[in-house]
């Protein structure tokens, strides 16, 4: 299937960033390229109709999965070629180096599937247990997050920065999955914040980071998600100032579950949420 590209719009591409001698440059560049191949084919797919099926977990998957998958894999693939690959929809490649890229082609698919713009194309790069490089693309709404380690985070040409706010009662709380929420978090702590918080929202897991990163949203819970749901968001995290913490007190990605906050809340939602303080990883 021939998919037509299109001109990227990000301003890693216009070397605006000096990806010459930024660390991690040739990485953010190919990650990118990566990335817009990705919505390209996604949006051909979301403007038809899309063949839908069922994972053993029962989650959905169609054919504009797996081909993202394959196309930012490939890509990767040829760029460097000796590190680790991990995608949800089964690319698996083991590592060479100290590194590993982990890809999830469309996380949101049951919105890609009901045609709700909320999804996304993500990618992240791991070194020596450390997220360093994260890319959440949004080709619905022409919305392009990354962040890379040291460089702070950017939304399309624009740096963004977590919000200031520090008061439950003036946060916006969005929260992925409100069953998986309540199992994971407990009933008690979910109904503190929700009775608490200035409003409660939810888009979708991917979208959601960007907002927190942006400071449009103040505090993110999931309780259930896999490595790639997680990784773009933890170095988003640390470049936007905003706190990335897992329910045991860690930054870790692999525990199957997430708070992303404004940093003038972390104390306040440890305290309601019993997480404790952070612990070596």
């Not at 890509?75 to 698996?92: K, T, V």
């Not at 990618?123 to 490089?133: F, S, T």
Request: charged share 30%; aromatic share 6%; glycine share 8%.
């Amino acid at each position: 299937m021939n998919i037509p590209s299109r001109p990227g719009r990000s301003r890693a591409d216009r070397g605006t960033q000096g990806l010459e001698t930024m660390r991690y440059g040739k990485e953010l560049e190919i990650a990118l390229r990566a990335a817009r191949r990705a919505g390209e084919i996604a949006l051909y797919h979301h403007a038809r109709e899309t063949e839908t099926e069922e994972k053993a977990d029962l989650s959905p998957v169609t054919v504009a999965d797996r081909e993202c998958e394959r196309a930012i894999c490939s890509i990767l693939e040829d760029a460097f070629p000796l590190d680790g690959i991990l995608g949800e929809e089964g690319a698996f490649r083991p590592r060479r180096s100290a590194r590993r890229w982990i890809v999830d082609p469309i996380d949101g698919t049951r919105d890609f599937i009901r045609r709700v713009p909320f999804w996304a194309n993500q990618i992240a790069l791991e070194e020596d247990g450390e997220i360093v490089l994260g890319i959440i693309n949004v080709p619905a709404r022409a919305e392009l997050s990354h962040a890379v380690a040291g460089s702070g985070c950017y939304l399309n040409d624009t740096r963004v920065t977590a919000s200031s706010v520090d008061r439950l009662d003036r946060a916006v709380l969005l929260v992925s999955g409100f069953r998986d929420a309540w199992d994971c978090w407990g009933a008690d702590s979910i109904r503190a914040l929700t009775r608490g918080a200035w409003t409660v929202r939810a888009y979708s897991g991917c979208y959601d980071i960007t907002m927190i990163v942006q400071g449009k949203s103040d505090a993110w819970l999931s309780g259930n998600g896999m490595e790639w749901d997680y990784a773009p968001a933890a170095v988003m995290a640390r470049e936007s100032g905003a706190a990335f913490m897992a329910k045991d007190g860690t930054a870790r990605i692999d525990r199957g579950n997430a708070l992303l906050c404004a940093p003038g809340l972390e104390a306040e939602l440890r305290r309601v949420l019993g997480i404790p303080r952070r612990v070596p990883e």
